[in-house]
């Protein structure tokens, strides 16, 4: 039996695209000295462009997001990675006529480099790996 992720073709997950996992990605390391490690990537929030700001797509924070791996064949999961998101808000504000306004804003510039004064939410996020 398969078990595969939906591309939004599924009533109720189309209704919470921030936990709509979409692809799943996983090869064998190429880099020298690496050969033993395994890459996984996993992609949410379908159909999302570059160009789609300002507010771009954030992971939900009351989300708990698991990628389950079955390393011995049996169907069941021997290693689930957990994945908790967190969005801080720096309360940037704006002079507007006069008055300080809060932005809605995930930024208020240009983003460079990590945490820059423009970037208005900061998410973070955890991993556990939870094994058997
Ligand atoms: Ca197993």
């Known amino acids: 039996m398969a078990q ?3 591309h939004r073709e599924a009533p109720f997950i189309s209704g919470q695209p921030k936990v709509d996992g979409t692809d ?6 190429y880099e020298p000295g690496r050969e ?6 996993a992609n949410y929030q379908p159909f999302q462009d570059p160009q789609g700001g300002p507010n ?13 791996i079955d390393n011995t064949g049996d169907g069941v999961e ?9 969005n801080t808000s720096k309360a940037t504000a704006l002079t507007v006529g006069g008055k300080q306004v809060k932005i809605p804003l995930i930024n208020s510039g240009p983003i460079s480099g990590v945490n820059p004064a423009s970037l208005n939410v900061r998410e973070t996020f955890t991993v556990d790996l939870v094994r058997g």
Do not use: W
């Not at 799943?24 to 390391?29: D, E, G, N, V």
């Not at 797509?57 to 990628?67: G, H, K, Q, R, V």
């Open 36 to 41: 033993g490690f395994v890459t996984i990537l």
């Open 56 to 68: 771009f797509a954030m992971f939900n924070p009351d989300a708990l997001y698991e990628i389950n």
């Open 24 to 29: 799943l990605y996983m090869f064998r390391s």
């Open 4 to 6: 595969a992720s939906s």
């Open 78 to 86: 021997d290693l689930t990675f957990q994945f908790r998101f967190k």
